[in-house]
């Protein structure tokens, strides 16, 4: 539902629990919450819908179930965290393949041994495939990498880096890779077999009657109500000192950015409805090439081959920008500034009353679904059941630990 400030006031008046933001993160803590407790949870969520970047709709026009932010594939090795989300809905059993077009070529991705014979035009083994890389990653030597290029060059080595990496970086963060800090990236995902599933997670698959479908199920509880359409600042006058709070907004943004804004990354997409069955043949394809202004095009038909669609089909443009104050953020930048910034912030928020932050805003990381709802299931077994079964407070330092896991 859709409400004014002075309602959502009444609303919060008579919860247990608020929590802002209804991703994944927020609405596991809500239906722990509900379930286990009994508690009124009210979620207020500023845009009209919940599910996060996670909500997927049916199209107007086609009617496939497309995923407004991108796709999202549900994966995970926990079994736990698997149980708990098919509580809500089954799953089915897609697995899921991306590829990449580079050079005019199709390449599997992640990099795998078929990626690699493919590249160089050889039949390598296993290993003859270990000791050409091997070979290209030396080239700098010993000395560590001065920036993102020299430690992906250190890694894969110069010609897969120049075809599958260089340009698509570059897209990603509308930067030289030369002029990106080598601690972006860690590792690159490399396998020696003919292995194409982009995950190799135990547990994967897609809700079958979609996202929507699953979130309504989880707040389905009639102790959770909802409230789209409302941004936390406007009401935040209204609550109560003593009521707890789940925030899972930007945390600098809850302390007004005293400590300066953290950097993200956001996604624009664009919409193309085409005269055709299949555009691409795969839900996913990404453009290495820096000539291609958009770094991959999701077809969300291919999502559920199980269902049968028209004769049109729905592609989205995925393109990445710096996040400016009024866009979506979706991918932490994590600086040593930022880092520096964050902890800050979490020193403050260790400190807040009843207020609890988590999720990929509120802990400044990006998250998974299968990692968010894990991190959602800690605070609510760690900190929030045992204080609303009476204990008088939660220390700054339990809460410092949260948000430093």
Not at 40 to 64: F, K, Q, Y
Not at 318 to 331: L, N, R, V, W
Not at 397 to 402: I, Y
């Amino acid at each position: 539902m859709q409400a004014h400030a002075a309602s959502v006031g009444d609303l919060i008046s008579a919860c247990d629990l608020l929590v802002v933001g209804a991703g994944f993160f927020g609405l596991t803590v809500a239906e722990r919450a509900a379930a286990e407790r009994g508690l009124r949870v009210l979620v207020i969520e500023r845009r009209p819908h919940i599910g996060g970047n996670a909500w997927s709709e049916t199209h107007r026009d086609t009617g496939i179930e497309i995923h407004r932010y991108g796709s999202h594939l549900f994966h995970c090795n926990d079994e736990p965290i698997w149980q708990y989300v098919n509580r809500f809905a089954s799953f089915t059993d897609y697995r899921h393949h991306v590829y990449a077009t580079a050079g005019g070529q199709v390449f599997t991705m992640p990099i795998n041994l078929g990626t690699i014979c493919s590249f160089f035009r050889r039949a390598l083994t296993p290993d003859q495939a270990r000791k050409l890389l091997a070979q290209q990653a030396g080239e700098f030597g010993s000395r560590d990498p001065a920036n993102l290029e020299e430690k992906a060059i250190s890694l894969i080595g110069r010609p897969l880096y120049e075809a599958f990496i260089q340009g698509y970086t570059t897209k990603q963060w509308q930067t030289d890779p030369r002029e990106l800090p080598a601690g972006i990236i860690t590792r690159l995902p490399v396998r020696f077999d003919f292995n194409a599933r982009y995950f190799s997670d135990r547990f994967e698959g897609l809700p079958r009657d979609g996202y929507a479908a699953l979130f309504g199920q989880m707040t389905a509880n009639h102790c959770i109500e909802i409230v789209t359409g409302v941004d936390y600042a406007s009401v935040r006058g209204l609550v109560p000192s003593k009521l707890p709070v789940v925030f899972t907004g930007p945390i600098d943004r809850y302390f007004h950015y005293c400590d300066g804004r953290l950097n993200w990354r956001s996604l624009e997409f664009e919409e193309l409805i085409l005269d055709c069955r299949d555009h691409q043949g795969c839900a996913v394809m990404n453009y290495s090439d820096a000539s291609v202004p958009y770094t991959r095009v999701h077809e969300f038909r291919h999502l559920h081959p199980e269902r049968h669609y028209g004769n049109r089909t729905v592609v989205f443009r995925e393109y990445s920008h710096a996040a400016g104050s009024d866009d979506e953020p979706f991918y932490p930048v994590g600086t040593p500034e930022d880092r520096q910034r964050y902890h800050r912030y979490a020193a403050r928020a260790a400190k807040e009353v009843n207020v609890f932050f988590g999720g990929r805003l509120g802990s400044y990381k990006y998250l998974d679904m299968h990692q968010a709802i894990g991190a959602a299931l800690k605070l609510w077994q760690t900190q929030l059941a045992p204080l609303f079964a009476g204990r008088a407070s939660v220390s700054g330092t339990e809460k410092q630990q949260l948000l430093d896991a």
